[in-house]
């Protein structure tokens, strides 16, 4: 992948694929534009499709954001807090501790785009330290639990899925995991367990599921109205 920077919407990822017969544009998990494009396209087609599809993008961009309501004092993952404080100097985000300190210029709000950009990427590194300390612990003991063998962990939050698992037996758990309360959090490794024996979502895979976690059908729900995005 390569990355190109606009002066409106900040880095732009690019993604060449045999697949792809046009050049489109959308949002990543991340709160990124991410452009698809065929493999020897040329990159000024991405430019000029975003010079003229700013307006769209602006208003895909804030839809994205609307569940991003960051304030000071809230609590981000598990164990960090965001702390925001005034400063004369230049607009910062940084994770000190268990802190994510925003240093924030009089004129600017969290609500602004680059704000919210910069406060997105700082808390994605504060839950991918938390991911890394509580869900290969949690996912090796709900597999002894529950008589379950996965060949290794890998984090992620390239998709918009909280988790996958391959056929060769790796999990892949999405760092966002670490907004959701608990149960939820042992729903999604539980469900990516079971694709260790059934790849597909049939019904001996949700009986399955049922055996490991009888509530499933209640966090199956739940998890509907979150959003895996950071």
């Known amino acids: 992948m390569a990355i190109f920077t ?8 690019l993604r060449r694929s045999a697949k792809a017969s046009h050049v489109r544009i ?17 990159l000024f087609l991405v430019k000029r499709l975003i010079r003229s599809s700013r307006s769209e993008l602006r208003t895909l961009l804030a839809q994205h954001q609307e569940g991003s309501d ?21 607009l910062a985000c940084k994770r000190h501790g268990q802190q994510i300190v925003v240093s924030l210029p009089s004129d600017r709000t969290l609500r602004d785009h680059d704000v ?16 890394k300390a509580y869900l290969p ?40 995991l670490m907004k959701l309360p608990f149960e939820l959090i042992d729903y999604v490794i539980i469900h ?9 979502h049939s019904d001996e895979f949700w009986k399955l599921v ?13 998890l509907k109205n979150e959003n895996p995005s950071i």
Not at 6 to 13: A, I, P, R, S
Not at 30 to 38: E, T, Y
Not at 116 to 131: C, F, N, W, Y
């Open 6 to 13: 606009d002066e409106e919407f900040g880095e732009v990822t």
């Open 26 to 42: 959308r949002v990543g998990p991340d709160g990124r534009l991410r452009a698809s494009l065929p493999l020897y396209a040329p």
């Open 70 to 90: 960051y304030e000071h004092g809230m609590q981000i993952g598990k164990s960090h807090t965001l702390i925001v404080r005034e400063t004369p100097g230049n």
């Open 116 to 131: 919210i950009r910069l406060v997105q990427k700082t808390t994605g590194e504060a839950l991918r330290i938390e991911s």
């Open 137 to 176: 612990k949690r996912l090796a003991f709900l597999a002894d639990k529950h008589d379950f063998v996965y060949e290794k962990v890998r984090f992620s939050h390239a998709s918009g899925r909280w988790g996958s698992c391959s056929s060769n037996g790796t999990i892949s758990l999405n760092i966002a």
């Open 192 to 200: 990516e367990l079971c694709h260790t024996v059934h790849m597909n």
């Open 210 to 222: 049922g055996m490991a976690e009888p509530s499933y059908q209640i966090h199956r729900r739940r």
